[in-house]
């Protein structure tokens, strides 16, 4: 079942992202996540303007997955305008940070290794997709790092367009949602 994150949803969140972040403690991980879901004060994640959660729950009530979606303050992406360079929607781009206006972006994806192949992934970025365009824009960026492969091969089948690889190999996308 898909729907939004509810609080009693914690320490199964926590144990996906755990699973997704391997660098991370679990005790970071808690923190990360609580920063992020409440917006303490000590939160790299403040420069999200509008964000949300949602999970795919089984039937046992154990989380198959979960994307977090947000919109990112626009001074957090000029440094990256250049990558948009030669695409065509680099205009679009430029416009909203002209302006100010957040950008839209997946912060986090992942689906259990057991529940793969059941579309659980491609249901939680459509309706990460969806909250996008309801509120008001018609495009999402994501990224990844070079070492998730099977990320990188999910972006392409779901319609997501590798504009840049910077010098960290991370991978970054862009897809028009329609």
């Not at 990460?128 to 990188?152: C, H, M, P, Q």
């Amino acid at each position: 079942m898909l729907r939004q994150y509810r609080e009693s949803d914690f320490n199964e969140l926590l144990r996906l992202r755990c699973l997704l972040y391997t660098d991370y403690t679990k005790q970071e991980m808690r923190e990360e996540i609580t920063a992020f879901l409440y917006h303490s004060d000590n939160n790299r994640f403040r420069n999200y303007d509008k964000w949300t959660c949602y999970v795919y729950q089984n039937e046992d009530g154990t989380l198959a997955g979960f994307i977090d979606v947000g919109f990112v303050c626009a001074k957090d992406y000029k440094e990256l305008l250049d990558n948009f360079n030669r695409t065509n929607y680099y205009d679009q781009i430029q416009l909203l940070l002209s302006n100010n206006r957040p950008i839209p972006v997946v912060e986090s994806w992942y689906v259990d290794e057991k529940k793969r192949g059941f579309h659980i992934g491609m249901r939680l970025m459509n309706q990460a997709e969806k909250w996008v365009k309801d509120n008001g824009y018609s495009f999402i960026l994501s990224d990844t790092d070079d070492f998730r492969e099977v990320s990188r091969k999910a972006h392409k089948s779901f319609g997501y367009v590798e504009y840049c690889v910077d010098t960290n190999l991370i991978h970054y996308y862009y897809k028009h949602i329609y």
